[in-house]
Protein backbone atom coordinates (compact mmCIF):
# COMPACT_ATOMS: atom_id res chain seq x y z
CA UNK A 1 0.00 0.00 0.00
CA UNK A 2 2.96 2.56 1.30
CA UNK A 3 4.33 1.70 -2.28
CA UNK A 4 2.02 2.67 -4.29
CA UNK A 5 1.73 5.53 -2.69
CA UNK A 6 5.06 6.83 -3.35
CA UNK A 7 4.90 5.15 -6.93
CA UNK A 8 1.77 8.17 -7.68
CA UNK A 9 3.28 10.50 -5.67
CA UNK A 10 6.38 10.10 -8.05
CA UNK A 11 3.93 10.07 -10.92
CA UNK A 12 1.74 13.52 -9.97
CA UNK A 13 5.36 14.74 -9.36
CA UNK A 14 6.36 14.40 -12.31
CA UNK A 15 3.08 15.40 -14.50
CA UNK A 16 3.52 18.15 -12.57
CA UNK A 17 7.17 18.92 -13.34
CA UNK A 18 6.12 18.59 -17.00
CA UNK A 19 3.31 20.81 -16.82
CA UNK A 20 5.44 23.34 -15.27
CA UNK A 21 7.69 23.07 -17.79
CA UNK A 22 5.56 23.38 -20.23
CA UNK A 23 3.90 26.56 -19.01
CA UNK A 24 7.24 27.95 -18.79
CA UNK A 25 7.76 27.64 -22.60
CA UNK A 26 4.17 28.65 -22.85
CA UNK A 27 4.90 31.89 -21.22
CA UNK A 28 8.80 32.64 -23.41
CA UNK A 29 6.43 31.78 -26.68
CA UNK A 30 3.45 33.70 -25.37
CA UNK A 31 6.17 36.79 -24.32
CA UNK A 32 8.33 36.10 -27.41
CA UNK A 33 5.35 35.96 -29.76
CA UNK A 34 3.78 39.62 -28.13
CA UNK A 35 7.78 41.32 -28.13
CA UNK A 36 7.32 40.62 -31.83
CA UNK A 37 4.11 42.33 -32.16
CA UNK A 38 5.06 45.19 -30.51
CA UNK A 39 8.25 45.59 -32.21
CA UNK A 40 6.89 45.02 -35.80
CA UNK A 41 3.89 47.59 -35.18
CA UNK A 42 7.00 50.82 -34.04
CA UNK A 43 8.69 49.52 -37.30
CA UNK A 44 5.60 49.91 -39.13
CA UNK A 45 4.60 52.72 -37.28
CA UNK A 46 8.02 54.32 -38.43
CA UNK A 47 8.02 53.11 -42.04
CA UNK A 48 4.35 54.80 -42.44
CA UNK A 49 5.65 57.90 -41.22
CA UNK A 50 8.76 58.17 -43.76
CA UNK A 51 5.86 57.00 -46.25
CA UNK A 52 3.73 59.86 -45.63
CA UNK A 53 6.35 62.62 -45.91
CA UNK A 54 7.23 60.52 -49.25
CA UNK A 55 4.02 61.35 -50.99
CA UNK A 56 3.77 64.81 -48.77
CA UNK A 57 6.29 66.08 -50.98
CA UNK A 58 5.72 64.41 -54.21
CA UNK A 59 2.14 66.02 -53.42
CA UNK A 60 0.33 62.57 -54.21
CA UNK A 61 -2.76 62.77 -52.00
CA UNK A 62 -4.66 59.60 -52.42
CA UNK A 63 -1.24 57.79 -51.13
CA UNK A 64 -0.71 59.75 -48.43
CA UNK A 65 -4.11 59.65 -46.99
CA UNK A 66 -4.12 55.79 -47.57
CA UNK A 67 -0.79 55.72 -45.50
CA UNK A 68 -2.40 58.07 -42.62
CA UNK A 69 -5.10 55.65 -42.26
CA UNK A 70 -2.51 52.83 -42.44
CA UNK A 71 -0.80 54.81 -39.85
CA UNK A 72 -4.13 55.04 -37.52
CA UNK A 73 -4.91 51.73 -37.39
CA UNK A 74 -1.05 50.57 -36.57
CA UNK A 75 -1.24 53.31 -33.88
CA UNK A 76 -4.61 51.63 -32.60
CA UNK A 77 -2.74 47.67 -32.64
CA UNK A 78 0.49 49.57 -30.80
CA UNK A 79 -2.21 51.54 -27.93
CA UNK A 80 -3.55 47.65 -27.60
CA UNK A 81 -0.48 45.83 -27.15
CA UNK A 82 0.97 48.57 -24.64
CA UNK A 83 -2.37 48.68 -22.40
CA UNK A 84 -1.82 44.56 -22.69
CA UNK A 85 1.52 44.36 -21.95
CA UNK A 86 3.84 47.46 -20.82
CA UNK A 87 7.02 45.82 -19.91
CA UNK A 88 7.00 44.46 -23.44
CA UNK A 89 6.07 47.21 -25.07
CA UNK A 90 8.92 48.89 -23.32
CA UNK A 91 11.92 45.92 -24.20
CA UNK A 92 10.15 46.33 -27.77
CA UNK A 93 11.08 50.47 -27.88
CA UNK A 94 14.26 50.25 -25.95
CA UNK A 95 15.28 47.94 -28.90
CA UNK A 96 14.02 49.73 -31.56
CA UNK A 97 15.90 52.52 -30.46
CA UNK A 98 19.10 50.68 -30.39
CA UNK A 99 18.58 48.96 -33.84
CA UNK A 100 18.31 53.02 -35.23
CA UNK A 101 21.52 54.03 -33.59
CA UNK A 102 23.52 50.75 -34.99
CA UNK A 103 21.44 50.55 -38.26
CA UNK A 104 19.69 53.71 -39.31
CA UNK A 105 17.21 53.94 -42.10
CA UNK A 106 18.20 54.54 -45.44
CA UNK A 107 17.27 58.33 -46.78
CA UNK A 108 16.01 56.62 -49.41
CA UNK A 109 13.22 53.67 -50.01
CA UNK A 110 13.46 50.89 -52.20
CA UNK A 111 11.45 51.00 -55.03
CA UNK A 112 8.40 49.08 -54.41
CA UNK A 113 8.43 49.57 -50.36
CA UNK A 114 4.83 51.29 -50.94
CA UNK A 115 2.90 48.72 -52.63
CA UNK A 116 3.42 46.77 -48.62
CA UNK A 117 0.53 49.13 -48.01
CA UNK A 118 -1.64 48.78 -50.90
CA UNK A 119 -5.37 47.45 -49.70
CA UNK A 120 -6.18 44.22 -50.70
CA UNK A 121 -9.21 45.28 -51.99
CA UNK A 122 -7.81 47.80 -54.47
CA UNK A 123 -8.14 46.58 -58.06
CA UNK A 124 -4.54 46.18 -59.81
CA UNK A 125 -5.95 47.93 -63.11
CA UNK A 126 -7.06 51.19 -61.45
CA UNK A 127 -6.19 54.50 -62.32
CA UNK A 128 -3.60 54.30 -59.17
CA UNK A 129 -1.95 51.66 -60.53
CA UNK A 130 -2.46 52.10 -64.03
CA UNK A 131 0.23 54.24 -63.65
CA UNK A 132 2.54 51.71 -62.13
CA UNK A 133 3.64 51.86 -58.46
CA UNK A 134 3.86 55.39 -56.76
CA UNK A 135 7.44 55.26 -55.66
CA UNK A 136 8.35 55.26 -59.76
CA UNK A 137 6.15 58.56 -60.54
Known amino acids: MIIIVIINIA ?62 EEENRFLKHRLRNPKIVRWACLIHIISNAVSPTPRYLPPGSAMLYRHPSTPKNSAFHRNGSCLNQ
Open 11 to 72: VSQSLLGRLLEYMNRYHFRHFWSDFQAALHCINRQGELKRLIHWARGRQLRGPQRLYESRLA
